[in-house]
């Protein structure tokens, strides 16, 4: 495939997805992506550090540094899958943290 159609594919990927998992549970966010890949689904993901902004001069810490900063909710991680996918994947994921 060229690296015009993989920009093409990703694209399409990016403006036709929807989140189905929020969340600031590493293993969590884990054991998602790994139900995702065992179906078959494909999957795109983000990790947000929330400690930090970005400003002109790049990335910053609060003046205040990490005081009063709960670290386990310092960074988020978003999964997304295709809308076309999104009723299997939301199944499957439910059907798992049901059994757990």
Known sequence: MSTNNQAGMMEMFLFNREEVYIGFSMNDAHNVMTILKDHGIKYQYKVINLSQKWTERGITRN???NIG???DFNTE???YVKKENVEEAE??????FRKS
């Open 63 to 65: 003046a205040s540094g």
């Open 69 to 71: 900063i709960n670290r």
């Open 77 to 79: 991680y978003i999964v």
């Open 91 to 96: 199944y499957l994921i439910k059907t798992h």
